[in-house]
């Protein structure tokens, strides 16, 4: 087993030093252990992919689709991705120059951040959040500035936003907005992001706006971001939400093309291309009406176990921000509890069998609240109802 020396470890890239671990992973091995647990825990779909989204991936591969693809995707795939936005959001974009294909919305956030960033810019990001942006801001040199939303419904205001360009003092490059969101489940109406997008509008700053759970929202249409800033909106999605594909690792960027070549240029240095199996099954999956279809099923679905875990948390004592979207809930840990959701969370799952993500995980605001997925089976979710409410007794 090689062995490598100490002052070699203590002199890496001074922010990958400093990282550590995916927090909701660690917490997710660290309760793992725990004999018969049930796992509401991890942004997994428990669907099966589809028949017809894997058959167009053995097709690719009997076809001998084995070369490589041009860096942003294949054409089909870049194709079935404007269809899709156009029949979904009423977004236009050019299927040749406005859409790069990426490993997983994982790699599209990496690669809009590695473009747009130099050392010493600010992005603003609203908390609580998805854990990745802070530190793929941070790899780029920039920095993260955190806006707590819990005041407002979990939603950035106007206001928040102009106080924050304001004393960013014209470092603020970049606005991450993420909805409907994780960890939250809320979402942004039509009014909410218009007011925002008059605010970026006045400035250069770009939002990089992940819609990854766009597929999956409840009460209301979905409206991107880049419907009402198109100049100024990196959109990015994917189909591991939508489609129960995350092992496939397939997302996008979505934007104007002199941005969108760039945001190539990154990911051609960081991956060539994606792979041609996993393009070929989401080119099935998001230019079909099968695979409209498929979506639509899978969010009844998601509605149903959404509804049942609400009502029973609410009965339970939580309280609960509107899970209007994505597949999560984020409640408030009763106050005769504590605010410790560390505590609380590891208590569950220790002496409850449950585990969920304690809520501070995700940054400022998230203290006191705990992330429950419902991206499990009904019969998993009902017997976590069962425990949860046996612990809190
Ligand atoms: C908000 C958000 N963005 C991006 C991702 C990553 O998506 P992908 O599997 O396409 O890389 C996730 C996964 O949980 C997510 O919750």
């Known amino acids: 087993m090689p062995s490598i020396k100490n002052s070699v470890i203590s002199n890496l890239n001074r922010q990958v030093q400093a990282m550590g671990a995916n927090a909701i992973r660690a917490f997710d091995e660290e309760v793992s252990s725990v004999p018969n647990i049930i796992k509401l825990t991890l942004g997994e779909p428990d669907f099966n992919v589809p028949d017809h989204i894997k058959a167009a991936a053995i097709r690719s591969i009997e076809e001998n689709d084995s070369h490589y693809a041009p860096a942003s995707g294949s054409l089909a795939v870049r194709q079935a991705i404007t269809d899709f936005l156009a029949d979904r959001y009423d977004l236009t974009y050019n299927a040749n120059h406005e859409i790069v294909v990426t490993v997983g919305a994982t790699e599209a956030i990496y690669d809009s951040l590695a473009t747009l960033l130099n050392p010493g810019d600010e992005v603003l990001i609203p908390t609580p959040i998805f854990s990745m942006y802070g530190p793929d801001v941070l790899l780029n040199g920039a920095k993260p500035v955190y806006l707590d939303t819990s005041a407002n419904n979990f939603v950035l205001t106007p206001e928040q ?35 925002l997008a008059a605010i970026i509008k006045k400035t250069d700053m770009i939002v990089i706006s992940d819609e990854i759970y766009s597929e999956l929202t409840y009460n209301q249409k979905h409206v991107s971001m880049a419907e009402l800033l198109p100049e100024q909106t990196l959109l990015l999605n994917g189909v591991s939400k939508s489609h129960a594909m995350t092992g496939y690792r397939i997302g996008f960027v979505a934007g104007p093309k002199r941005l969108v070549e760039k945001v190539n240029v990154v990911h051609q240095f960081a991956t060539t291309a994606a792979s041609n199996p996993a393009m070929a099954a989401a080119a099935e999956a998001l230019g079909t009406p099968a695979g409209k279809v498929d979506t639509e099923l899978m969010k009844l679905a998601y509605q149903k176990r959404r509804d049942y875990l609400y009502q029973e948390l609410i009965n339970l004592g939580f309280e609960i921000p509107n899970p209007d979207g994505a597949f999560y809930i984020f409640a408030k840990i009763p106050a005769k509890y504590g605010v410790d959701d560390h505590s609380f969370a590891l208590d569950l799952a220790k002496k409850g069998k449950v585990a969920v993500i304690p809520g501070s995980i995700f940054g400022l605001g998230g203290q006191g609240y705990v992330r429950i997925s419902y991206a499990a089976s009904e019969i998993q979710i009902k017997a976590a109802v069962k425990r949860i409410s046996d612990f809190l007794k």
């Open 161 to 195: 936003l102009t106080k924050a360009i304001k004393d960013s003092a014209g470092h603020a490059k970049v606005l991450i907005l993420n909805f409907p969101s994780n960890p939250t489940g809320v979402t942004y109406d039509r009014k909410a992001l218009t007011a």
